[in-house]
């Protein structure tokens, strides 16, 4: 979105915007046909600045427990929040992910809000190194283990960061 190979139009070739950012918001609705047969849902903020790689996954694990992870940068893999998700098949939801760039480019996971029901993280770690430049999105659908056929769409997806 912002950077390197920007698809919105905002190489940020002076290396200005992209360090000024702090605070990210990811408001979507998205419609599953059959979200039973989901294994996860993944909506991702991503921010490459000051050599470093701030990765806020989010997944809303529906295969095995109905809860939101959240990606640790550090380890590499999927934390479980003890926070459930639960997503209407055949209906409109709507998604709104709060996350924050802090001053010592910790990563701060803020809040969840699904169908109007908003839960707060408040849950902080570090970021790791990386050599890319860039503020990225990104959607995906894993499916479960036997690749039941499902699908998503997804529609006023806004993008929000200062």
């Not at 998205?30 to 990765?55: C, H, K, M, P």
């Amino acid at each position: 979105m912002i950077g390197d190979l920007s698809s919105q139009g905002l190489p940020d070739a002076g290396r200005s915007l992209n360090p000024s950012l702090h605070n990210f918001t990811y408001d979507v609705n998205f419609y599953g046909d059959n979200l039973e047969t989901s294994q996860a849902l993944e909506f991702d903020v991503n921010q490459f600045v000051n050599g470093r790689s701030l990765i806020w996954g989010h997944e809303c694990r529906i295969g095995g427990g109905h809860e939101w992870d959240i990606w640790d940068n550090v380890a590499q893999k999927w934390h479980a929040t003890g926070i459930a998700c639960n997503p209407a098949s055949k209906a409109w939801n709507h998604l709104v992910i709060q996350v924050q760039r802090t001053s010592s480019d910790q990563l701060l996971f803020q809040s969840i809000t699904l169908n109007g029901t908003t839960n707060i993280l408040n849950y902080s770690e570090p970021s790791t190194t990386s050599d890319w430049y860039g503020v990225t999105i990104n959607y995906q659908m894993d499916g479960n283990y036997t690749q039941q056929s499902y699908a998503v769409y997804l529609d006023k997806l806004n993008f929000r960061y200062w």
